[in-house]
């Protein structure tokens, strides 16, 4: 895997960014737009990690961390590049991250229909929590 490079995104990066979650990423949600991610790059300039492999964008992940929990969120590879260690890259980065920061445990949104993505965070370690849901309410319509 010498030949991927894993780097923290910036403001140039975000058209290619939404474009690669519309092919790569199951659904969008809502801060998946334009200024949704300036507002994350702005605001924690680490969080949003690309993995390119020959100036390609392969995969990305956000590794959120508020000072309090861990989040990972858009674990996305391009179909192309699926099943050569690009999503394992990209968590141990995210991982390190996290550590660095003090972080203690890693909370990671997956779809529930994702059943390919179930596969892969649980070949990272990690499991899912039943006892625990998501409760959301959008701020704008």
Avoid at 29 to 37: A, E, L, M, R
Avoid at 68 to 87: K, N, T
Avoid at 106 to 134: I, P, S
Wanted: proline share 1%; hydrophobic share 45%; charged share 25%.
């Amino acid at each position: 895997m010498s030949d991927l490079h894993i780097r923290c995104a910036n403001l140039t990066d975000i058209d290619a960014v939404l474009q690669f979650w519309r092919e790569a990423a199951e659904g969008m949600s809502i801060s998946d737009d334009y200024d949704g991610v300036a507002r994350l790059i702005s605001r924690d300039p680490g969080a949003l990690l690309l993995a390119e492999r020959d100036g390609f964008l392969a995969g990305t992940v956000i590794a959120g961390f508020d000072g309090w929990r861990c989040s990972a969120y858009r674990l996305a590879v391009h179909l192309d590049c699926r099943r050569q260690g690009i999503a394992t890259a990209l968590m141990e980065a995210a991982e390190q991250r996290f550590a660095s920061l003090g972080g203690r445990r890693v909370d990671a949104m997956v779809l529930e229909t994702n059943e390919r993505a179930h596969h892969t965070w649980a070949a990272g370690g990690y499991h899912r929590e039943d006892h625990w849901r998501r409760w959301v309410k959008p701020l704008t319509d």
